[in-house]
């Protein structure tokens, strides 16, 4: 899966950072086309880390730029650029059942 340039991780959010929080402290770097506060599926509770995409791939690098390691609410904040999604088939996957593990540690090499 290919990598969004316009997409940015954001971590170590303050529980009190809502969607208007991080808004705040990212628009200044430009146009905003998506804000995900992530929250457990279960509990719907933050989970302490957001998504922010911009309109424009240059708007994300300057976000991170100058955004990482800056303190918002009470916390230092992690920003970098976000990594695309895994295979849902491979999230799910023990890691016993890849072939290559198999080969290597499978039960033929005994």
Known sequence: ??????????????????????????????????????????????????????????DAEHAIFNMHNSELGNKIIRVEAARPIRDKELLNKPIWADEDYFQKYGASNE
Do not use: H, W
């Open 1 to 58: 899966m290919q990598r969004n340039p316009r997409m940015i991780f954001v971590g170590n959010l303050p529980s009190e950072a809502d969607y208007k929080v991080v808004e705040s402290a990212f628009i200044p770097f430009g146009d905003i086309r998506s804000i995900n506060i992530v929250t457990d599926l279960i509990t719907q509770e933050k989970r302490g880390f957001a998504f922010v995409e911009y309109d424009e791939e240059s």
